[in-house]
């Protein structure tokens, strides 16, 4: 599979609905975020910057520190809960368009996000960003991934890949 560059077409969204909810899948350095970002360019300037401000979550977000990345294996499930816990309350204020940009290899880490929106009358969007069970991919993810995420554990991830 291969990252489409259009996103307005991949997420199925127009400008007309009101309500769209997008769950990010991909291994780290497949392109999720850059998808991410050429989606909310896409947008008219006011809808982009009130998604960048009030819509757009990421539990990698929470370990820049002073501008830097900084792990901590440890603070994982916390900012993990806190992650869901913003998208819920953006959900709950109505923000028109609520993206989760995280890994979510199995349905069981995301199923929570998609029952959220569905609830909260949120048409929602899975998009995945490559195959994560194609070797030359999970390859190219570990050369590009802005994180350090070795191939091994690239690998490791890929192996709890579950489809939609």
Same mark, same amino acid.
């Given at each position: 599979?291969?990252?489409?560059? /259009?996103? $307005? ?41 009130? *998604? ?6 990421? +539990? /990698?977000? $929470? ?8 792990? &901590?294996? &440890?603070? %994982?499930? !916390?900012?993990?809960?806190? &992650?869901? +816990? ?13 993206? @989760?940009?995280?890994? &979510?290899?199995?349905?069981? !880490?995301?199923?929570?996000? /998609? #029952?959220? #929106?569905?609830? %909260? ?7 995945? *960003? ?5 070797? #030359?991919?999970?390859?190219? @993810? ?15 991830? #890929?192996?709890?890949? !579950?489809?939609?």
């Amino acid at each position: 599979m291969e990252l489409n560059t /259009d996103p $307005l077409t991949s997420s199925g969204w127009s400008s007309c609905q009101t309500k769209l909810a997008i769950i990010m899948r991909g291994l780290p350095g497949s392109g999720k975020s850059y998808w991410v970002e050429q989606f909310i360019n896409a947008q008219p300037i006011d809808i982009a910057n009130g *998604i960048r401000q009030r819509g757009y979550f990421s +539990t /990698d977000k $929470l370990f820049y520190i002073d501008g830097k990345y900084r792990f &901590n294996v &440890n603070r %994982l499930s !916390e900012y993990h809960q806190r &992650n869901l +816990t913003a998208f819920i309350h953006a959900l709950s204020r109505g923000e028109p368009i609520v993206i @989760c940009d995280n890994t &979510n290899m199995a349905r069981w !880490e995301f199923m929570t996000y /998609d #029952a959220a #929106a569905k609830a %909260l009358g949120y048409q929602v969007r899975e998009v995945l *960003i490559g195959d994560p069970l194609d070797d #030359a991919h999970q390859q190219l @993810c570990a050369q590009r991934n802005q994180h350090g995420v070795s191939l091994h554990h690239i690998q490791s991830m #890929a192996t709890k890949f !579950e489809p939609f």
